[in-house]
DNA sequence: AACCCTCAGTAACAAAGGGCACAGACTTAC
DNA sequence: GTAAGTCTGTGCCCTTTGTTACTGAGGGTT
């Protein structure tokens, strides 16, 4: 563990905390497919992300769906890390989209942290910044785009996140992470198709070029 | 202004703090409708809000558009705090909705008191926490929500905010902040007048009951 | 083979919202 | 007063997106 995250969070963290880390943390192991956190929990440990990839979602009262954003390597979820401070319940349910492997932090380090390491103050920061910034695309992208491009950017995203170019997902999962209707993504999808940018097939999509 | 701050924040800084803050802070009022920042700008120092209202908005590359949330009293820009610390250009743009009374901090002290305070250290937080949520609170406006109710809590935070039922505005600047076309608002806000809901006027609106 | 179930394709229709055009009311400048 | 500019109301039509309903293809089970 200790070289995993010397490898990832060098650059942020001094020895002592990284050796804190290790003492404190306790890596798990999670497949893909997963909720490792859902609405109205309360949190009691925060995660950084050693590898794979989680997607963070956002839900209605009627059960309507939303993908915010995903996490990737040694990131965490700024949104659990505020709920943890504020001792509040959780807005977002998170979902591992790849296998992979977390490190959980208990809470009460994350403040004594904060006071001691500045590296780790950092950290946190760069971790609500991006998050933020990330939500601000997401509201661009619902705000000022159409399906089109935003079923674009989703499979893009989808591409890079998960490494591979086949998108093993049905038309009606992507409709869910999108909040639109299953007719609508095949509707879509057929016209991407048609403009070779991707080949369909039964449970997965060949990405060509998007 | 210290009785100004004590009264606003005392529940979260020590005084050593406001000493500090008294020392090192410009105060400086603004009318009503300044933009008090804006996107691609640097940022230098941090506001703090010691009364009336900032509105929050986003903009996309063709000049749209589209309000993400009001601060109020005692609260900060936790979007602009993000780019203080990264030393990026502000992403966003921010007027005032009302005449405002501001507190700006210079940037270096923001850093210096993180380490040396822990009341700055809550607040800072809770401000992320608080702007995280009103942006998940704008996510799920724009998703889940038809433009009917997306009016109506427009108009209620309006009222809210301004602390006046009339609201001083036309359909076109309406228009604006939610991103959609003045023949829209116009349309939807008849509705609402016909529900007794409110009454129109040239250049303002008169908020019954919503 | 017959059966069942999930997934995808498609047509037809419905609804929400946006765009255009124009009229009328009010406001300000002259 | 007239003229020009701004703001609002409304009718009509278009685009985008959502809904319903049905079809058939693929794959597994018995």
New interface residues.
């Given amino acids: 563990m200790e070289e995993e995250l010397l490898g990832i969070f060098s650059n942020y963290f001094e020895q002592p905390l990284i050796d804190e880390i290790v003492q404190e943390g306790k890596i798990i192991e999670v497949p893909a497919g997963e909720t490792i956190m859902d609405i109205g929990q309360y949190i009691r440990s925060m995660p950084l992300l050693l590898s794979g990839a989680i997607k963070v979602l956002?839900e209605?009262d009627?059960g309507?769906e939303?993908l915010?954003y995903y996490l990737e390597q040694g990131e965490t979820c700024?949104?659990t890390m505020?709920?943890c401070?504020?001792h509040?319940k959780s807005?977002?349910r998170a979902i591992t989209e790849t296998d992979a492997k977390i490190v959980m932090v208990p809470v009460q380090k994350m403040e004594e942290w904060?006071?001691k390491y500045?590296g780790w103050?950092n950290y946190v920061?760069?971790s609500?910044?991006n998050?933020?910034?990330e939500?601000?695309q997401?509201?661009?992208s619902?705000?000022?785009k159409n399906l089109d491009q935003r079923l674009m950017d989703y499979l893009k995203k989808k591409v890079e996140v998960t490494k591979d170019n086949r998108i093993r997902s049905t038309h009606q999962e992507i409709a869910y992470d999108l909040?639109t209707s299953r007719v609508v993504v095949s509707r879509l999808l057929k016209k991407l198709e048609k403009m070779k940018k991707l080949v369909l097939h039964r449970n997965y999509i060949h990405v060509i070029d998007l």
Wanted: charged share 30%.
């Fill in positions: 956002r209605d009627e309507d939303l915010l700024s949104v505020a709920c401070m504020g509040t807005e977002i904060m006071a500045k103050r920061f760069d609500y910044q998050r933020l910034n939500l601000l997401t509201v661009d619902i705000a000022f909040h």
